[in-house]
T-cell receptor
């Protein structure tokens, strides 16, 4: 069964601190993996994409990693800001023949950044 | 601006009524999706469509119906057969035929049964 598991379920940190969110998946055939940020009451927005051949990618204060052998990804946030408070969702795209055709979602990690 | 638009943002429904949620995109995407999001749960797929005039059931299609008469539009009807319709509904779209296509989401519709 295709699954995406995220940990921790929730996380509270102080402003300025770093944190790392985890994503484990059992999805096949794997096409790519994206981390999305979802503010409360809004739609998710993509932060970064990881393809099979990539193992690290940065987008500002966000750095994502991917280990395709162990089927694990992480999202590291540095120097956290109050605006980072949101749910972070790991999404794995199934692919066949080079096309995306289905998305599998994790339940998300709810991050709260306190002043 | 290109994007995906859901309306209304908030919707209230009386028990036994059908309601229709709108989703429109001007991104020229072939594939469109409807998801339901409940507190503490991941997004669950209701229906998806990969081409005009064709759609497939997702994991929780019971009590819902869709149509795809135009590429740009994928409305979702929540019928009276849906026993627990109060939830946050998200529409998404993405381009087919590529390994790195991104799914774009609307801002969601919060449906409440009163």
């Amino acid at each position: 069964k295709n699954q995406v598991e995220q940990s921790p379920q929730s996380l509270i940190i102080l402003e300025g601190k770093n944190c790392t969110l985890q994503c484990n998946y059992t999805v096949s055939p794997f096409s790519n993996l994206r981390w999305y940020k979802q503010d409360t009451g809004r739609g998710p927005v993509s932060l970064t994409i990881m393809t099979f051949s990539e193992n690290t990618k940065s987008n500002g204060r966000y750095t994502a990693t991917l280990d395709a052998d162990t089927k694990q990804s992480s999202l590291h946030i540095t120097a956290s800001q109050l605006s980072d408070s949101a749910s972070y969702i790991c999404v794995v795209y199934l692919g066949s023949g080079g096309s995306n055709y289905k998305l599998t979602f994790g339940k998300g990690t709810l991050l709260t950044v306190n002043p | 601006d290109g994007g995906i638009t859901q309306s209304p943002k908030y919707l209230f429904r009386k028990e036994g009524q059908n309601v229709t949620l709108s989703c429109e995109q001007n991104l020229n995407h072939d594939a469109m999706y409807w998801y339901r999001q409940d507190p503490g749960q991941g997004l669950r797929l209701i229906y998806y469509s990969q081409i005009v005039n064709d759609f497939q059931k997702g994991d929780i299609a019971e009590g819902y119906s869709v149509s795809r008469e135009k590429k740009e539009s994928f409305p979702l009807t929540v019928t009276s057969a849906q026993k627990n319709p109060t939830a946050f509904y998200l529409c998404a779209s993405n381009r087919q035929g590529g390994t790195n296509t991104e799914a774009f989401f609307g801002q969601g519709t919060r449906l409440t049964v009163v």
